[in-house]
């Protein structure tokens, strides 16, 4: 039985039509609304220029939040946008042990002030 408490690690992948300077563009424009999406701790933004491939990897606090995202409307924005296809998602429990063991931030991150941002 899955454990409401249980974080929740969700991975995106998707091609892209548009140009990748475009994209590129566009994603810290877009970042500030996913950083406040309810429940989830942070979202790492994916690139892969070569393939045509954008993605994300976020971690949600709970199976129910995560559950809340899927059915938002900024998901659907996603899943509805003509510039991406392919999309294909995941989702993965977290073994939280080990996982503290390696470093892996299980918790709420700070959001950097746009200044702080280097490319």
Known sequence: ME???TK????TKFNYSMPTEELKEIMPAVAPRFSEIPGCYWKIWLLNEDRKEAGGVYLF???TKLGQFLNSNQFASVVNN???SNLQT????VAEAASV????????MEVLPKAAVVE
Do not use: H, R
Request: net charge positive; aromatic share 12%.
């Open 3 to 5: 454990q409401k408490n």
């Open 8 to 11: 929740k690690v969700f991975t």
């Open 61 to 63: 606090e709970s199976a």
């Open 82 to 84: 003509p510039a991406f």
């Open 90 to 93: 995941n989702t993965f429990d």
């Open 101 to 108: 063991l390696t470093g892996a931030p299980l918790i709420k």
